[in-house]
């Protein structure tokens, strides 16, 4: 798995190949960063759609700001590449990463997704592939993050089960 250094160096090569690059590095006005050698729990939030129809997302916002008020935890953001990035991406074995970090999903301790339609389904798989990780629960491992899945899609959460390790039913910042 690259780590954080590797991952920036490849995005050097590859973001001028593809459209919309700004989608891919983060750095927006209110974003997080916090010490990662100093925080206890690591979460990853995906949205699993590009970052232009995330981003105006409500719910990712909400749950971002009150993980992150947490001193001892850290929550970090990504999203679905288009189809030009994700190419190139698997053609440079550069694993789904996060935003403000360039962290490899794989290192996180916590992956949650939301789901806000059912269309997105299949997004959440291609993001757990695109992260390295195996795509049914029952293949992964302590040494795997917890995949979590909550949102208006998630209320009937049988046909993500084999995938999801649980599921937030409600409203994610109450849970």
Not at 56 to 85: F, H, K, Q
Not at 113 to 141: H, M, Q
């Amino acid at each position: 798995m690259l780590n954080r250094i590797e991952i920036k160096k490849k995005l050097k090569a590859i973001l001028p190949t593809v459209v919309k690059p700004g989608r891919y590095f983060g750095g927006e006005f209110n974003h997080v960063v916090k010490n990662w050698d100093e925080i206890g729990l690591r979460m990853a939030l995906v949205f699993p759609d590009i970052y232009d129809i995330g981003v105006p997302n409500l719910g990712i916002s909400i749950l971002y700001e009150t993980i992150n008020e947490r001193p001892d935890t850290l929550c970090e953001r990504a999203y679905v590449p288009w189809l030009d990035m994700e190419e190139a991406m698997r053609e440079n074995s550069l694993p789904l990463y996060t935003l403000e970090s360039c962290t490899p999903l794989a290192e996180f301790d916590v992956i949650g997704f939301t789901l806000p339609y059912e269309t997105l389904y299949t997004n959440v798989l291609n993001a757990i592939d695109l992260a390295g990780l195996p795509l049914r629960s029952t293949d992964r491992n302590d040494s795997h993050p917890i995949i979590i899945a909550g949102g208006h899609a998630a209320y009937n959460p049988e046909p993500m089960s084999a995938f999801i390790d649980a599921f937030v039913i409600g409203e994610g910042e109450e849970a």
